[in-house]
């Protein structure tokens, strides 16, 4: 990929972004059976990172990670607020971010689609031109989106053959998927793309943006219009092969999270029904950036217009007999799609290990911007990212605060779980992370390497947790860093 010019600064950005999106839907992943010739397309002509990961598995801090550069124990959004109490629920005011970074550089910075940053402020308030739709989920009760209907003479949203879990009491549980009961051009998703074509057109001749396009999808519930409810044949689905988890040596956690999204109540039909439907809704709103880009085609924007594609974190999707996302640090859900085309650069693939937060980094590299306070590497410039040996990531809790940190390597994964079992994964070996090795003695030696590399990480960034790894062992003496106290301070100790 070329390094960015001197007129680099003048170039637009159109970030198009979904949410808990498995890489093994996209065929540019090598997914099969796969409907995306949009994003396929655009990774064909731009670079495919195969090891790219969320900082954290939960929208609310990969997406304020995204936004601020920072990691999400540094800016503070650590949860979704909608679900785990008593954390903070906005930004510290004053936060920089990339609206910010922008505008410094004469950028207009637009926003379309799901925030999920804040509870009550949303894009507007931190200098983006957008509107706030509240929430996780597609808002059917946005005033915005029934007003839209209304204009287009499009029905109201009518859900039919509802797929739900039981909770462990039996009663009635989470809705995974339905039918709607309107055309595709009735969808939420249309209602976004509509929108970010109406920002690219008003930004035509306006001089140089960012526009980011965020689809709630393929984020379950996945309720879609019979023509791609029906896209693919459930037979045709592959079903995970970790659904064969059995828990034996992981974390306890992992089989009451389980038991909660009732995984084992439903059968082997329903999960491939569900499994199709995943795929159907990714090609939905594959169809959907498809009108997207065909807009800024029009409006004679390609050349000139940084392209990005991007998930917040994956989803299980029965795969370790889970659903959604949770305490569980697997591939599944921490391994994220990321194309990047920007004109003129040659077609490529990329193995090294980035994150969430280079993107960050990479607009800024774009605008012109000076990047010493993003914790991210540009994308646009191999060096800076080539030879990355590791990745690290963090959970602090999802329905529950529950704090977890991974280090993987090209092979190794570790995670260190304070309240359970910690694991370790040899992903040459056992790719679908079945087999937990922490206690095989063939494995100490890597166990403690990566156990005090994760130490050295967490230090250098300034992440507490580190303090877990150094009173719990395997971090020598002479390493660890000893949190001085005032009290200690005060008395010369």
């Given at each position: 990929m070329p390094s960015p010019t001197d007129n680099a600064g003048r170039r637009n950005v159109l970030l198009l972004m979904t949410d808990q999106h498995r890489v093994d839907t996209l065929g540019c992943y090598g997914g099969r059976p796969t409907r995306?010739?949009?994003?396929?397309?655009?990774?064909?002509?731009?670079?495919?990172?195969?090891?790219?990961y969320t900082p954290s598995a939960i929208c609310t801090p990969a997406r304020a990670s995204l936004l601020t550069g920072r990691y999400p124990f540094e800016h503070g959004m650590i949860g979704n607020f909608e679900w785990s109490a008593g954390l903070r629920e906005e930004l510290e005011p004053g936060t920089r971010t990339l609206a910010d970074d922008l505008a410094a550089q004469g950028y207009t910075a637009g926003h379309v689609g799901k925030w999920h940053v804040g509870r009550r402020l949303g894009p507007d308030h931190y200098g983006f031109d957008g509107e706030h739709i509240p929430g996780a989920l597609n808002d059917y009760t946005y005033p915005g989106y029934l007003a839209w209907l209304d204009e287009h003479g499009h029905p109201p949203v009518d859900v039919h053959d509802q797929i739900r879990t039981t909770l462990p009491d039996g009663s009635r549980g989470h809705l995974l998927a339905g039918r709607l009961a309107q055309p595709t051009e009735a969808t939420f998703e249309a209602y976004?793309?509509?929108?970010?074509?109406?920002?690219?057109?008003?930004?035509?001749?306006?001089?140089?943006?960012?526009?980011?396009?965020?689809?709630?999808?393929?984020?379950?519930?996945?309720?879609?219009?019979?023509?791609?409810?029906?896209?693919?044949?459930?037979?045709?689905?592959?079903?995970?092969?970790?659904?064969?988890?059995?828990?034996?040596?992981?974390?306890?956690?992992?089989?009451?999270?389980?038991?909660?999204?009732?995984?084992?109540?439903?059968?082997?039909?329903?999960?491939?029904?569900?499994?199709?439907?995943?795929?159907?809704?990714?090609?939905?709103?594959?169809h959907q950036i498809g009108r997207v880009l065909t807009a800024l085609e029009e409006c004679g924007l390609t050349d000139s217009t940084?392209?990005?594609?991007?998930?917040?974190?994956?989803?299980?999707?029965?795969?370790?007999?889970?659903?959604?996302?949770?305490?569980?640090?697997?591939?599944?859900?921490?391994?994220?799609?990321?194309?990047?085309?920007?004109?003129?650069?040659?077609p490529t693939r990329s193995d090294e290990l980035v994150t969430l937060i280079d993107l960050h980094a990479t607009v800024l590299d774009v605008a012109g911007s000076?990047?010493?306070?993003?914790?991210?590497?540009?994308?646009?410039?191999?060096?800076?990212?080539?030879?990355?040996?590791?990745?690290?990531?963090?959970?602090?809790?999802?329905?529950?605060?529950?704090?977890?940190?991974?280090?993987?390597?090209?092979?190794?994964?570790?995670?260190?779980?304070?309240?359970?079992?910690?694991?370790?994964?040899?992903?040459?070996?056992?790719?679908?992370?079945?087999?937990?090795?922490?206690?095989?003695?063939?494995?100490?030696?890597?166990?403690?390497?990566?156990?005090?590399?994760?130490?050295?990480?967490?230090?250098?960034?300034?992440?507490?947790?580190?303090?877990?790894?150094?009173?719990?062992?395997?971090?020598?003496?002479?390493?660890?860093?000893?949190?001085?106290?005032?009290?200690?301070?005060?008395?010369?100790?």
């Open positions: 995306t010739p949009v994003l396929d397309g655009l990774a064909a002509r731009g670079t495919v990172f195969d090891a790219a976004l793309a509509d929108l970010a074509i109406e920002k690219i057109r008003s930004y035509a001749d306006a001089g140089p943006f960012f526009l980011t396009c965020n689809f709630f999808g393929p984020h379950l519930p996945y309720l879609l219009p019979s023509e791609w409810f029906d896209l693919f044949d459930p037979a045709d689905v592959p079903l995970p092969a970790s659904m064969a988890e059995t828990f034996v040596g992981k974390p306890d956690v992992q089989r009451t999270y389980s038991r909660y999204w009732g995984a084992d109540r439903l059968d082997e039909q329903t999960w491939r029904v569900l499994h199709a439907a995943y795929r159907g809704y990714v090609a939905m709103i594959d940084v392209l990005a594609f991007t998930a917040d974190h994956g989803e299980f999707t029965g795969a370790h007999r889970l659903n959604d996302k949770g305490p569980a640090m697997y591939e599944d859900i921490y391994r994220i799609p990321l194309v990047l085309a920007a004109p003129g650069q040659q000076p990047r010493s306070h993003s914790r991210g590497r540009s994308l646009l410039r191999p060096a800076e990212h080539a030879g990355s040996d590791v990745v690290v990531a963090e959970f602090h809790g999802h329905h529950f605060q529950y704090s977890q940190r991974m280090v993987r390597d090209r092979r190794y994964k570790l995670v260190v779980n304070p309240g359970g079992t910690d694991e370790l994964y040899d992903l040459h070996e056992d790719p679908h992370e079945l087999r937990n090795v922490i206690a095989a003695p063939v494995y100490g030696a890597v166990h403690t390497a990566l156990r005090r590399r994760l130490y050295r990480e967490l230090v250098d960034r300034g992440d507490r947790f580190a303090q877990w790894l150094a009173m719990s062992g395997d971090i020598p003496e002479d390493d660890r860093v000893r949190p001085e106290t005032a009290v200690e301070n005060s008395v010369g100790l």
